[in-house]
């Protein structure tokens, strides 16, 4: 069983303070101009797993998942990035044929089937929504756009009915990776899509440029429409569906529980991972500002990690990165101690972080961090609450696994 393979230890750095009590090491780094405790790094040296919850098998057999969605019911729809939704029991069972009627995509790089979400109302409507990437201009090279559509499930779950893309990338770029492409919707029905900055030295400048949606993120309503009150629909030039600017490769998006704001993570360069409260109209200053350096080199990038009108993290990762793929604000009743902690799920950090927090919604403070579960030694590529309160972890890569925490 994968899961419980021994884990692969990341390199730890030199100067890391080992924690008995957790086996994990510890750097301290920098206070970020928030005051927020940022800079720490986590790295498992154990084999052991601490004592509390644990991650136990619930569905395996996937290939290659990107994201998942509960249904209210308490079933799972996931992604798999060739091009196939899977729907999967409450005990856990994988239905053994993909559900019908998803999009075309473009299988190449990091792209292809990405994310899905559940409209807030689907006991009323049954829409889901779809992030994928798709070919969508020129042959030599084929270019590749990212995408949004929104679908019925049918009845029995078996098929997307009357599937309508909604958003598609401008402009089309050749580049397959740094895509974004996370889904959330909020309460009030809007629908918003992370975008990044395609990875080439050429396309980040792009980040910065309202022209563009690469290093995006995007609001438009869930039929497609861009709502009036987005802050560049009067700005010359600018695209009307950004709703923030300046991201390198914002890959987790969710909406605070209480206060409905957007709250992003985002793959930064080499040590420089981030977690954004995503505001109307800011820049988050990629790749003018930025804690982390390039990955051949660690070369310095852009004017350093402040500047005046660009916007500070909530909190962020030095090296080695922990390349977050999803967040979560844990609201449910299952595990008490865990409640109102944000969940980090990360690729090559090989664990789920778990961030406290004291303040308020609107202006939050991390107290403390750890990593969890490390002992599993699994790049997570998604973390979702289910309708009662459990806690769900998706592995990445082929074959992959979905997780269930128990206490
Ligand atoms: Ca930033």
Same mark, same amino acid.
Not at 195 to 208: K, M, N, W, Y
Not at 311 to 323: C, D, F, K, M, R
Not at 360 to 371: C, D, H, I, M, T
């Given at each position: 069983m994968q899961y419980l393979a021994p884990p692969r230890r990341p390199a730890c750095p030199d100067d890391a303070v080992a924690?008995?009590?957790?086996?994990?090491?510890?750097?301290?780094?920098?206070?970020?101009?928030?005051?927020?405790?940022?800079?720490?790094?986590?790295?498992?040296?154990?084999?052991?797993?601490?004592?509390?919850?644990?991650?136990?098998?619930?569905?395996?057999?996937?290939?290659?998942?990107?994201?998942?969605?509960?249904?209210?019911?308490?079933?799972?729809?996931?992604?798999?990035r060739p091009g196939r939704l899977r729907l999967v029991e409450v005990d856990g069972r994988l239905v053994s044929a993909p559900v019908a009627g998803v999009p075309e995509v473009e299988y190449?790089?990091?792209?292809?089937?990405?994310?899905?979400?559940?409209?807030?109302?689907?006991?009323?409507?049954?829409?889901?929504?779809?992030?994928?990437?798709?070919?969508?201009?020129?042959?030599?090279?084929?270019?590749?756009?990212l995408m949004a559509a929104r679908a019925t499930l049918s009845a029995d779950a078996t098929a997307l009915e009357n599937l309508q893309p909604i958003f598609r990338q401008w402009p089309p770029v050749e580049s397959g990776e740094n895509l974004g492409g996370r889904l959330a919707v909020s309460r009030d029905g809007m629908?918003?899509?992370?975008?990044?900055?395609?990875?080439?030295?050429?396309?980040?400048?792009?980040?910065?440029?309202?022209?563009?949606?690469?290093?995006?993120?995007?609001?438009?309503?869930?039929?497609?429409?861009?709502?009036?009150?987005?802050?560049?629909?009067?700005?010359?030039?600018?695209?009307?569906?950004?709703?923030?600017?300046?991201?390198?490769?914002p890959q987790g998006a969710m909406l605070h529980p209480d206060s409905d704001e957007l709250w992003t993570s985002e793959h930064g360069p080499f040590g420089g991972d981030e977690i954004n409260i995503t505001r109307h109209g800011r820049n988050y200053g990629w790749p003018v500002i930025t804690y982390g350096c390039e990955y051949d080199g660690c070369a310095a990038i852009g004017e350093? *990690?402040?500047? +005046?009108?660009?916007? %500070?993290? /909530?909190?962020?990762?030095? &090296?080695?990165?922990?390349?977050?793929?999803? $967040? =979560?604000?844990?609201?449910g009743g299952r595990f008490p101690q865990w409640r109102g902690s944000l969940f980090v799920a990360t690729l090559a950090g090989l664990a789920l972080w778990r961030?406290?927090?004291?303040?308020?919604?609107?202006?939050?403070?991390?107290?403390?961090?750890? *990593?969890?579960? +490390?002992?599993?030694? %699994?790049? /997570?590529?998604?973390?979702? &609450?289910?309708?009662?309160?459990?806690?769900? $972890? =998706?592995?990445?890569?082929?074959?992959?696994?979905?997780?269930?925490?128990?206490?």
């Open positions: 924690s008995p009590g957790r086996r994990l090491c510890l750097q301290v780094g920098a206070l970020s101009a928030a005051g927020a405790l940022a800079g720490l790094t986590g790295c498992a040296t154990g084999a052991a797993a601490p004592p509390g919850p644990r991650a136990l098998p619930h569905t395996t057999g996937l290939e290659l998942p990107w994201g998942m969605a509960f249904l209210p019911d308490g079933r799972l729809l996931v992604t798999e190449r790089g990091h792209g292809g089937l990405l994310d899905i979400v559940v409209d807030r109302f689907f006991e009323r409507n049954r829409q889901v929504y779809l992030s994928y990437t798709a070919a969508c201009a020129g042959d030599e090279p084929p270019l590749n756009c629908l918003f899509i992370t975008l990044g900055d395609r990875r080439e030295p050429g396309e980040r400048v792009h980040a910065q440029d309202l022209a563009y949606h690469q290093g995006k993120v995007v609001r438009i309503r869930t039929d497609g429409s861009v709502p009036g009150d987005n802050p560049f629909v009067h700005t010359p030039g600018a695209l009307p569906e950004i709703w923030s600017y300046g991201h390198r490769n350093g *990690p402040t500047k +005046a009108g660009m916007e %500070q993290p /909530l909190t962020w990762w030095g &090296q080695p990165s922990i390349a977050p793929s999803n $967040l =979560l604000l844990y609201t961030i406290e927090l004291g303040g308020s919604p609107a202006e939050p403070q991390v107290l403390r961090r750890e *990593p969890l579960f +490390a002992e599993l030694g %699994q790049r /997570l590529r998604d973390v979702q &609450q289910s309708p009662d309160g459990g806690l769900y $972890l =998706l592995t990445d890569g082929a074959p992959a696994s979905i997780l269930r925490i128990e206490a």
